[in-house]
């Protein structure tokens, strides 16, 4: 079973925490115990790596109920954290980095950068991350999180 039902924008969890959490937190302790006997890919995000907002407090709560889910009921669950995922049909406006760079440029000829310059981000290429998640669906040893990014 591949969960990847999420509010996945950092705005929209900053504009309403609780509903963020009702979807991303709540949302995947019911698929956790809806399908506790069936292999879980479970798809996460590396925003859990990064600074506070809702949207990372809700991702880190699912893991943590992956954790548990896996440790006391002995649940077969995997959790995906995926870097910045790129491909070929990124929408105008849609808020994922590359988009919103690229609508910068289109709209004032320049890309803005906030912060002090020193930032990165990693991307991942769409059908890397469709890899990613076949191979840990077909692969039920291992459980936990683990982090699908490139590094590049």
Do not use: W
């Not at 991303?24 to 925003?47: D, M, P």
């Not at 990372?56 to 889910?69: P, V």
């Not at 995926?82 to 289109?106: E, Q, T, W, Y």
Request: glycine share 8%; charged share 20%.
């Amino acid at each position: 079973m591949f969960h990847t039902a999420a509010i996945s924008r950092t705005v929209p969890c900053i504009e309403d925490p609780l509903h963020c959490h009702q979807v991303n937190a709540t949302g995947s302790l019911g698929v956790f115990e809806a399908f506790e006997k069936t292999r879980i890919v479970h798809c996460s995000s590396n925003v859990t790596l990064g600074v506070p907002s809702p949207y990372k407090a809700s991702k880190i709560a699912a893991e943590h109920y992956l954790h548990a889910y896996n440790d006391l009921y002995n649940a077969n669950i995997i959790g995906l954290r995926f870097s910045n995922i790129v491909g070929p049909h990124l929408r105008k406006g849609d808020g994922a980095v590359l988009s919103m760079l690229r609508d910068c440029r289109a709209a004032n000829n320049y890309v803005e950068v906030t912060g002090d310059g020193t930032q990165t981000r990693n991307f991942l290429f769409v059908e890397d991350a469709v890899d990613a998640c076949m191979l840990a669906a077909f692969d039920s040893q291992h459980k936990g999180i683990v982090d699908v990014t490139t590094g590049i």
